[in-house]
């Protein structure tokens, strides 16, 4: 049975998502480094409204559409790790300063919320009108799990980035950082700064992650108000697990395996979803252990290590 959710449920979680994104700018309306504490603080804050969402999800639509949000919101919580990874990668070869960090990544996430949400859209009406795209989306979570599983390292060649190379024939970029302005006048002309250029770098990135979480949520629930929320609620929080996490990925050396194991599993639900249908409850069962075991063996096994990502530092 699908959802009735009314107009104003809409808007309602639209308003509340940008409310909080506009408390988020003013509480970083100047250039900072964000430290340890002030990035636990703002994940706390971030995951409280995620899963406090979830109970209200349970409490109105029943403990079945609960479930699947809270499915669809820890599978997209931890892709977010390899987006917190591959960040790492982009602001080290921009050389970003790490005080400028937050000002890219706000941005980044906005422009992840529109896009996404265009992607959701266009999913949905595909699943409506051709059913036979459930079986291309979990064959490509097939191949993207085992995929993950084989490769260790995440590669990022932002030179090779063929939108930064179209931003370069239409505007000349500087050399040097001008603050937080991703636009300047050199020589009266207007000129882009490497901040433009690195959010952008991020924002394709991100389009390139979407690929595989959205399709993931989808083997969860096709209810389009779940696959937004839980999209949507879990990369709000995006920007704070960056600062948290990007000084310790080291110590997350199993978790690929984790997430490939929750990849191929949610891969093979869409291949059976016309034969069994597996309960949301088990699907939940599943994602939780496999993400639980690979961080805790990541945990043990690097548990006496120090070091620090590459990357990070300005």
Same mark, same amino acid.
């Given at each position: 049975?699908?959802?009735?959710?009314?107009?104003?449920?809409?808007?309602?979680?639209?308003?509340?998502?940008?409310?909080?994104?506009?408390?988020?700018?003013?509480?970083?309306?100047?250039?900072?480094?964000?430290?340890?504490?002030?990035?636990?603080?703002?994940?706390?804050?971030?995951?409280?409204?995620?899963?406090?969402?979830?109970?209200?999800?349970?409490?109105?639509?029943?403990?079945?559409?609960?479930?699947?949000?809270?499915?669809?919101?820890?599978?997209?919580?931890?892709?977010?790790?390899?987006?917190?990874?591959?960040?790492? %990668? $982009?602001?080290? +070869?921009?050389? *970003?300063?790490?005080?400028?960090?937050?000002?890219? =990544?706000?941005? @980044? !996430?906005?422009? /992840?919320?529109?896009?996404?949400?265009?992607?959701?859209?266009?999913?949905?009406? %595909? $699943?409506?009108? +051709?059913?036979? *795209?459930?079986?291309?989306?979990?064959?490509?979570? =097939?191949?993207? @799990? !085992?995929?993950? /599983?084989?490769?260790?390292?995440?590669?990022?060649?932002?030179?090779?980035?063929?939108? $930064?190379?179209?931003?370069?024939?239409?505007?000349?970029?500087?050399?040097?950082?001008?603050?937080?302005?991703?636009?300047?006048?050199?020589?009266?002309?207007?000129?882009?700064?490497?901040?433009?250029?690195?959010?952008?770098?991020?924002?394709?990135?991100?389009?390139?992650?979407?690929?595989?979480?959205?399709?993931?949520?989808?083997?969860?629930?096709?209810?389009?108000?779940?696959?937004?929320?839980?999209?949507?609620?879990?990369?709000?929080?995006?920007?704070?697990?960056?600062?948290?996490?990007?000084?310790?990925?080291?110590?997350?050396?199993?978790?690929?395996?984790?997430?490939?194991?929750?990849?191929?599993?949610?891969?093979?639900?869409?291949?059976?979803?016309?034969?069994?249908?597996?309960?949301?409850?088990?699907?939940?069962?599943?994602?939780?252990?496999?993400?639980?075991?690979?961080?805790?063996?990541?945990?043990?096994?690097?548990?006496?290590?120090?070091?620090?990502?590459?990357?990070?530092?300005?």
């Amino acid at each position: 049975m699908s959802l009735q959710v009314p107009w104003w449920a809409w808007a309602a979680v639209v308003g509340v998502i940008l409310v909080m994104l506009a408390i988020d700018l003013f509480a970083h309306r100047k250039a900072h480094v964000v430290g340890f504490r002030e990035a636990l603080a703002w994940s706390g804050v971030w995951v409280a409204l995620g899963l406090g969402f979830g109970v209200v999800v349970w409490r109105v639509w029943g403990p079945d559409a609960g479930g699947q949000y809270l499915a669809g919101y820890l599978i997209e919580k931890s892709l977010a790790v390899d987006n917190v990874f591959v960040f790492a %990668l $982009l602001f080290g +070869f921009f050389a *970003v300063p790490r005080e400028l960090q937050h000002r890219v =990544l706000f941005y @980044g !996430v906005l422009g /992840a919320l529109v896009f996404r949400a265009a992607f959701i859209g266009a999913g949905a009406v %595909l $699943l409506e009108h +051709f059913h036979w *795209v459930l079986y291309l989306f979990g064959a490509f979570l =097939l191949y993207t @799990g !085992v995929k993950m /599983a084989r490769h260790s390292a995440v590669e990022v060649h932002p030179d090779r980035n063929p939108v $930064l190379r179209a931003l370069r024939r239409l505007i000349p970029v500087t050399d040097r950082f001008h603050g937080r302005r991703f636009l300047v006048s050199e020589n009266g002309r207007r000129a882009a700064t490497p901040l433009l250029a690195v959010l952008i770098a991020v924002e394709t990135t991100d389009i390139v992650f979407a690929v595989d979480s959205i399709p993931a949520i989808f083997a969860i629930t096709d209810e389009v108000f779940l696959v937004f929320t839980s999209n949507a609620f879990a990369i709000l929080g995006l920007r704070a697990m960056y600062f948290l996490l990007a000084g310790a990925m080291h110590r997350f050396g199993y978790l690929r395996y984790g997430l490939a194991a929750v990849l191929v599993f949610v891969g093979a639900k869409m291949l059976l979803a016309d034969v069994y249908a597996i309960p949301v409850w088990l699907s939940l069962l599943v994602i939780v252990g496999c993400l639980g075991v690979a961080i805790g063996a990541s945990m043990l096994k690097t548990r006496n290590t120090v070091g620090n990502t590459p990357g990070i530092t300005s």
